[in-house]
């Protein structure tokens, strides 16, 4: 017969391999005090730093749950999605500034590769540091001036360094402010000021590709901050600050005339004023073809604005709303440019007899600028048409003021 032995059972290990499996699937439970006690004991085991790491998850996960609950316990749902849309829309506001200020890069590119080598490094250093000259021209005094309120003609509220009374991101009715021209956007002051000052620089570089060449660099420098501090918000003013053309009816939407068009006429009046390049025109008033010296750059600072554009359009609902307009007017902008390009280089194809790439480029940035005001209220088919126009108008424009430009 086989004799039972009795023999001493065996303590079992804790093992964490055989115990993983039943925690994940819902069974590691304690049924009593003493297998709890044992887990205590094996806990022990662990090395200091381990066990010092198991109070301080508590503690952890303990103040995130208190703050979660201390954040949205007194707020209505209501107001979560009101703090959600404002969080959404400055986030739109702010990266499409960003593409709008990145702009600068495109024009320091495309005015460098236009001009002469000799003077390059004249050129980079007006286009960089134009927008640190907007940016403080338009803190101090350009913003106020162009959204602050007064009368027709001029802001007279909070005309220096943002000082005016404001309740952003209140619109309509429930904003109380100094700025009540943006108060139809609902996004902090801080953001409405760094859009403006973006579309503002913008106006300021315009100017320094038209008097590339031919203007000390102190007489630019002050004719850049009298432009962004003083020229560019009073004319801003009469349109976007409620000004008496906006009593008109005028409407800009997103700054052909406001932006494209002031810093356009700034530039041809200091083009007009400092006459032509040297070494132009000969004594006999024969043209002299002045080339660029690098039009690899220049393709490259056209594609730079190109892409910026899509913040100076789209960027200029100042919501997202449900994206439909953001969609429509970034199409109908592709378009024109990609329509004012074509338009030029046919144009150019059959004046001058072969395509030209500085007027192709030309063409592109007309076919930009000409759609920029409607831009949200066009169709893409009248968007292409406008393109078109653009562009032709750009390559005779060019071939006109060449001509002209020594009576």
């Known amino acids: 017969m086989s004799q039972v032995v009795n023999q001493r059972p065996r303590k079992r290990r804790f093992s964490l391999k055989e115990s993983l499996p039943s925690l994940f699937k819902g069974r590691f439970i304690y049924s009593s005090a003493s297998t709890f006690l044992q887990d205590l004991k094996t806990l022990q085991r662990l090395a200091p730093t381990w066990q010092a790491c198991i109070p301080l998850a508590i503690l952890i996960v303990g103040i995130f749950a208190f703050s979660a609950s201390a954040q949205t316990g007194s707020k209505t ?38 001009c002469r080598q000799k003077n390059a490094v004249n050129v980079l250093s007006k286009n960089l540091i134009v927008f ?44 109380q402010g100094a700025y009540s021209a943006l108060s139809w956007t609902g996004v902090p002051l801080a953001a409405k ?27 630019f420098l002050i004719f850049s901050l009298l432009l962004v501090g003083i020229a560019y918000p009073l004319t801003g003013h009469w349109i976007w600050g409620g000004g008496w053309l906006a009593g008109m009816g005028f409407f800009d939407f997103a700054g052909s005339t406001v932006v494209h068009a002031v810093g356009g006429w700034s530039a ?64 109908t902008t592709n378009t024109a440019a990609a329509f004012g390009g074509i338009a030029s280089m ?37 968007a292409a048409v406008i393109g078109i126009i653009g562009g032709i108008f750009s390559c005779l424009c060019c071939d006109f003021l060449r001509s002209n430009q020594d009576r």
């Open 132 to 175: 640190a000259l907007s940016t403080i021209a338009f803190w101090i005094i350009g913003f106020g001036l162009m959204f602050g309120g007064g009368n027709g003609f001029i802001g007279l509220d909070g005309i220096f360094l943002l000082s005016g009374a404001d309740n952003s991101p209140l619109t309509g009715e429930a904003y």
């Open 193 to 219: 000021f760094f859009f403006q000052l973006a579309f503002a620089g913008t106006a300021a570089t315009i100017v320094s590709g038209a008097v590339a060449e031919r203007i000390k660099f102190v007489d």
């Open 268 to 331: 041809l009046t200091g083009a007009f004023f400092l006459g032509p390049r040297l070494g132009k025109y000969n004594a006999n008033g024969g043209i002299n073809a002045l080339p660029g010296h690098n039009m690899s750059i220049a393709a490259l600072g056209c594609l730079i604005l190109w892409l910026g554009w899509f913040g100076f359009n789209p960027g200029s609902t100042m919501a997202v709303g449900n994206g439909s307009l953001i969609a429509h007017i970034a199409l």
């Open 346 to 382: 046919v144009t150019a194809w059959l004046v001058l007899g072969k395509p030209d790439l500085s007027m192709i480029i030309n063409g592109i940035l007309a076919g930009l600028v000409a759609v920029t005001a409607p831009c949200a209220f066009v169709s893409i088919p009248a």
């Open 77 to 114: 749902v209501e107001q979560l999605e009101t703090e959600l849309k404002v969080g959404i829309d400055t986030m739109w506001v702010m990266i499409t500034a960003m593409l709008v200020i990145f702009m600068n890069a495109g024009f320091c590119m495309l005015e460098t590769g236009f």
